[in-house]
């Protein structure tokens, strides 16, 4: 029997592949300049654009919840996302 995805799901689905896809993609560029240099900045790159995801996907997620969770719920986990950048950001 075929199951259908929910468009949510797909959207976060790629965003993640997407997301590794870039990982990937940044780890070879690394190994490809063989230099600490430029790896650092390939890196600190990285950093930028990991928390962006994070952002969207859950944004994408939520949209998508938005009628079936109760606005304290809703709070929460905007908190616990708001906590997880912050301590990203500290480092």
């Keep these: 029997m075929l199951t259908f995805l929910q468009k949510a799901i797909i959207v976060m689905a790629l965003l993640r592949v997407l997301s590794g896809s870039i990982e990937l993609f940044a ?9 600490i240099e430029k790896a650092l900045v390939i890196n600190g790159s990285l950093s930028l654009i990991g928390p962006l995801f994070l952002i969207v996907s859950i944004s994408v997620g939520l ?3 938005a009628d079936k969770l109760p606005i304290q ?3 929460w ?6 906590c997880i950048l912050y301590g990203v950001k500290s480092s």
């Design 27 to 35: 780890a070879f560029l690394m190994l490809r300049f063989n230099d």
């Design 73 to 75: 719920k809703m709070i």
């Design 63 to 65: 949209y998508d919840m």
């Design 77 to 82: 986990i905007v908190l616990g996302v708001a």
